[in-house]
C-alpha cells in the first residue's frame, strides 16, 4: 500500500479544547476550511418528517459501515457490470482528531438487496481524495473512477482507476501531471467538445499564503485524459463545486462553478467546445459558497442554478445576471454538499443538503416548481456530515440515498419506501371506492388529524375536502 504524504500537508487546524481528560475530539473538512469539535446533542442519531412531507426516506437508516474514515464524495453506480448499483465512497486524510490510520478508497459492492458494508475494492494508492466522479473514459463500455486529490499542492490532482468489466483495477491507469501545481476540490465529467466522450473539468484551490488556484480542463483523446490541462480559468480563487449542463441551447455544456468567500460563484458558458475563461454572470455576494447544480425546478423548460451557501439560494440564469428567487432556512448554514434529485419520483427535482458543522441532512421537497423553504425531512448524525448521493440500491426500482461522514460510522444509506395511497383509507386497500370516501368523512366530521390534510393545519374546512378530492382523483401508485 502506498501512502501519500502530500496528503498531511493541511496546515488548517481546529483548535482543539483541552480538558481534564485531554484534547477534544475534533474534525477537519476535506477542504481545509471547515473544522469542528466533536459533541452530542439530544436529536444525534435521530431523524424527522416535517409535516405533510413526502420524503421516502425513514427517520432510521437502513444500513450502515462502522469503520473510522473521513468521505470525501460518493458516487452510486454499477461499476461491476453485474446489474447491480454500488456505491463508490472516497477518503481523505486531515489534521483531526483522534488521528485516522487508513484513508484508501473504497467500493462497496451491491448484493440486489442493498450494500456489502464491508468494502469489497480498495485503492492501492492512499492519498487525500475530496471528490469521485463515475464514467466511461476509456470508450471500452466499463465505467471508470475519477478521483479528485487534495491535501496539499501536487500535480497529481486527478487519477483514473480504468473499469475492468468486473470492477476498476486497484492500480490507477492515468495520473494528471499538470505545470502549476494545485489541490483539487471537485470535478465533473461532461462531453465538452461534444466529439464523443467525457471531458474532466475541476475545481481548485492552493495552500496559504499563496490560497489561489485557477479551474482546470482535462480532454479526452479517446482512451484517457491528456496529462496536462488544455484550459484553465482566468480568475484564480477557491472553488469547490461544480456541475454541467447545456443551458444556451447550443448543444455545449456550460459549467456552474461554487466558490468560497472573497469571490462570486457564477457561470462559464461554451459556445465553441472550450469554455469561455471568464464567467458570463455571477451571485451578487461573496459568501462562503460550496457545491454547484442545474436543475429545472420549476419545470418550464429553462435551468435554473444552485449554489450551496449562508443558506443555499437557486438563482434564475438571466444572461448577464443571475437572479435569486429561493432561499433555504435550515437551522444551521452552510453545507459540505448539495445534490438536486427527484428524490419522490413525482417528476420534479428536491433539494439533498449535508452538513459538516452539526452532522445533519435535509431534504426540502419541490411542490409543483416551488421548494420548501424549511427542510421537510432531517437525519442529525453524531459525526460531521461531508457527501450524498442518490440511486437505487436495493434493486427495488427506487433511488436510495447514501450519506457521507467523517467518523466511527463513515456512511448511512436510507432506502426508499414506496409511496403510501393516503386516498386509500377502508378496505379493501389497493382500491379506491365509495367506503374510502365514506372513511374519510367519518375522520372529518369528528375531526380527526387524519382529515385535516391542508393548512391551515389545525383547522378543518373545505381546504381539507379538496385536498382529499385531489389525492382520491391522483388514484393509487
Not at 467518523?407 to 365509495?434: K, S, Y
Request: with cysteine.
Amino acid at each position: 500500500m502506498v501512502r501519500d504524504r502530500a496528503a498531511l500537508l493541511v496546515c488548517v487546524l481546529s483548535g482543539s479544547a483541552a480538558g481534564a481528560g485531554g484534547p477534544a475530539a475534533y474534525e477537519v473538512s476535506e477542504d481545509g476550511h471547515r473544522s469542528a469539535v466533536i459533541g452530542f446533542s439530544a436529536t444525534d442519531g435521530t431523524g424527522w418528517v416535517a409535516r405533510g412531507g413526502s420524503v421516502p426516506f425513514g427517520t432510521a437508516p437502513d444500513q450502515v459501515v462502522e469503520i473510522r474514515r473521513q468521505i470525501g464524495g460518493l458516487q452510486i453506480a454499477d461499476v461491476d457490470g453485474d446489474g447491480n448499483n454500488d456505491l463508490v465512497a472516497v477518503c481523505y486524510i486531515s489534521n483531526s482528531f483522534p488521528p485516522y490510520e487508513q484513508w484508501d478508497d473504497m467500493i462497496f459492492f451491491g448484493t440486489g438487496a442493498g450494500i456489502q458494508t464491508t468494502p469489497g475494492w480498495l485503492s492501492s494508492v492512499e492519498t487525500h481524495t475530496g471528490d469521485v466522479q463515475v464514467g466511461d473514459i476509456n470508450g471500452d463500455g466499463n465505467l471508470d473512477i475519477v478521483t479528485i486529490h487534495g491535501g496539499g499542492l501536487r500535480r497529481d490532482s486527478v487519477r483514473v482507476y480504468f473499469g475492468t468489466g468486473s470492477g476498476p483495477s486497484v492500480t490507477p491507469g492515468y495520473v494528471s501531471n499538470t505545470a502549476a501545481t494545485s489541490w483539487g476540490t471537485s470535478g465533473v465529467l461532461a462531453d465538452m467538445d461534444q466529439d464523443g466522450d467525457l471531458d474532466l473539468v475541476t475545481t481548485n484551490q492552493g495552500l496559504s499564503p499563496d490560497p489561489f488556484r485557477p479551474m482546470l480542463m482535462f480532454d479526452n483523446t479517446g482512451t484517457t485524459l491528456t496529462s496536462a490541462a488544455v484550459w484553465q480559468s482566468a480568475e484564480q480563487s477557491i472553488q469547490n463545486g461544480i456541475d454541467a449542463r447545456d443551458v444556451t441551447g447550443e448543444g455545449y455544456p456550460d459549467l456552474a462553478v461554487a466558490k468560497w468567500v472573497n469571490f462570486r460563484s457564477g457561470l462559464y458558458l461554451n459556445q465553441t467546445g472550450t469554455p469561455d475563461v471568464d464567467p458570463s454572470e455571477t451571485v451578487d455576494t461573496t459568501g462562503a459558497d460550496k457545491g454547484a447544480a442545474f436543475s429545472d425546478i420549476d419545470g418550464d423548460g429553462f435551468q435554473e442554478v444552485v449554489f450551496g451557501g449562508d443558506n443555499t439560494k437557486a438563482y434564475e440564469i438571466g444572461f448577464g445576471v443571475l437572479t435569486p428567487f429561493y432561499e433555504a432556512n435550515p437551522p444551521f448554514s452552510g453545507p459540505q454538499d448539495i445534490r438536486m434529485f427527484d428524490v419522490d419520483g413525482d417528476g420534479d427535482e428536491d433539494l439533498g443538503e449535508i452538513y459538516f458543522s452539526d452532522g445533519r441532512a435535509h431534504i426540502y421537497i419541490n411542490r409543483d416548481g416551488v421548494l420548501d423553504t424549511d427542510p421537510t425531512w432531517t437525519f442529525d448524525a453524531p459525526e460531521v456530515g461531508n457527501a450524498m448521493a442518490f440511486g437505487d440500491l436495493n434493486g427495488d426500482g427506487l433511488a436510495d440515498m447514501a450519506l457521507g461522514y467523517a467518523g466511527n460510522t463513515c456512511v448511512r444509506v436510507f432506502f426508499a419506501q414506496a409511496p403510501e395511497c393516503p386516498a386509500d383509507m377502508a378496505e379493501p386497500f389497493g382500491v379506491l371506492n365509495i367506503f374510502d370516501i365514506q372513511a374519510f368523512i367519518g375522520l372529518y366530521n369528528g375531526q380527526d388529524a387524519g382529515a385535516d390534510l391542508a393548512e391551515p393545519f389545525g383547522v378543518f374546512n373545505i381546504f381539507d375536502l379538496q385536498a382529499y378530492i385531489d389525492l382520491y382523483n391522483q388514484g393509487c401508485p
